[in-house]
């Protein structure tokens, strides 16, 4: 490529100047905004440049930066494609297309190397987690995936077809797209499908329990989605459930005026929707005197789960911030079981890797509330299938 060691160049002084205070793709957005002169195919490349770069961590450190930038795209991708001019011969005869392969090649030509830094935080990760393989997969891009809405299958192939993007089924409705796929136009959104990972649509196999308390056929079920913010829980729970009488919450007023418009695309109509902060005893007075059956609290974390998609995270990311997320969650949980019925069901959701946001809740959920019995637990691993990872745990409240 005639122009790669500049768009090396580029990413290396975009890289330096980022303060990690808000998301990468925003700051590349005003970058770019602010200097006219890289055209898309410029912008493109650089940005893939930077990506790659956060995808390995802390492990380029003590490494010059253009030399660890190319490493970092030796290491991201299946073979040289654009960037073969970049690399010397035996760089370029050592392309497996094995990712540990790449690790190992890496390893022992550059000094500093540390693989053991692509994902800094291992000490905190869930014991559930394979730690190579979950490290590994920050070197790869997730796919995007799409849910496909019951009833709506015909309408989504045909869709995806007509817009020439191709997809793999990995269920009846769940589809893998290409991580960039354009979806604007395609079908219509939140009716048809909703954009929605893997593994957050694989909760719907624990929500089947909530009809368990449905009293007959055509009886709804009361929910809370206390966390709602876009509603994917909610559009979820309605597919799965069906029939119910929904709440959603969330603090923030704009995410709610969203989360409105996204419910009337769904069409879902019937529900009550207000401004909570649970972090604090309940106050809102729409839900003075109300219980529920199910209860979904898909909880504010540290989103180590989803670090695939924004590998800036792997690099900025406090782990001080782990213990403050943890107490936010138990501030949560503790102020949103009260208005949960006997025999209900919780189900407490993070796209967290970190034991102290998803095991260590389990057993502070089980020595404050002796009455939540836990049902079922399970990480979701979405890393072996470039996707996000999760974990969900289920409570019933005993009588």
């Known amino acids: 490529m005639k122009y790669a060691e500049n768009y090396l160049r580029s990413a290396a002084a975009i890289i ?4 990690g205070d808000t998301p990468f793709a925003g700051f590349l957005k005003t970058h770019f905004a602010a200097n006219k002169k890289f055209g898309s195919k410029d912008r493109r490349y650089i940005s893939q440049i930077c990506f790659c770069y956060f995808r390995t961590g802390n ?3 003590g490494i010059d930066m253009e030399l660890a930038l190319k490493a970092a795209l030796y290491l991201c991708n299946n073979e040289p494609g654009v960037w073969a001019d970049l690399f010397d011969e035996q760089w370029l005869q050592n392309w497996p297309l094995a990712v540990h392969q790449r690790i190992d090649f890496v390893k022992n030509h550059l000094a500093y ?18 730690v190579d393989k979950f490290c590994e997969s920050h070197l790869i891009q997730p796919d995007l995936f799409i849910r496909v809405r019951p009833g709506r299958l015909p309408n989504v192939i045909k869709a995806l077809a007509n817009a020439g993007i191709e997809y793999k089924a990995i269920s009846e409705s769940c589809f ?4 960039g796929s354009k979806l604007e136009g395609v079908g219509e959104l939140d009716k048809d499908y909703v954009v929605q990972d893997y593994s957050s649509q694989q909760t719907a196999q624990i929500m089947e329990a909530g009809k368990q308390l449905r009293k007959g056929k055509d009886a709804s079920v009361d929910i809370w989605d206390c966390c709602a913010a876009s509603g994917g829980k909610s559009i979820l729970a309605r597919d799965v459930l069906g029939n119910m009488e929904l709440t959603v919450s969330d603090i923030r007023k704009s995410i709610i005026q969203n989360l409105a418009q996204r419910f009337e695309r769904a069409g879902i109509r019937k529900y009550q929707s207000l401004i909570a902060d649970l972090s604090k005893p309940i106050s809102a007075p729409e839900l003075a005197g109300m219980q529920f059956d199910l209860i979904i609290c898909d909880a504010p974390c540290s989103g180590s789960g989803t670090w695939g998609r924004t590998p800036e995270q792997l690099t900025q990311f406090n782990d001080q911030q782990i213990s403050v997320f943890q107490q936010l969650q138990q501030q949560i949980v503790q102020h949103a079981l009260p208005k949960l019925r006997s025999n209900g069901y919780f189900l407490y959701i993070t796209c967290s890797v970190f034991e102290g946001e998803n095991e260590a809740m389990i057993q502070f959920i089980e020595s404050r509330f002796p009455f939540m019995k836990l049902v079922e637990q399970a990480t979701i691993k979405g890393y072996e299938l470039k996707a996000d990872t999760m974990f969900v745990a289920l409570f019933k409240k005993l009588n």
């Not at 330096?16 to 303060?19: P, V």
């Not at 893998?176 to 991580?179: R, S, V």
């Open 176 to 179: 893998a797209l290409p991580n």
């Open 59 to 61: 492990s380029m450190i």
């Open 113 to 130: 190397f540390n693989p053991t830094q692509l994902f800094p935080f291992v000490s905190f990760l869930s014991k559930t987690i394979e």
């Open 16 to 19: 330096t100047a980022y303060n």
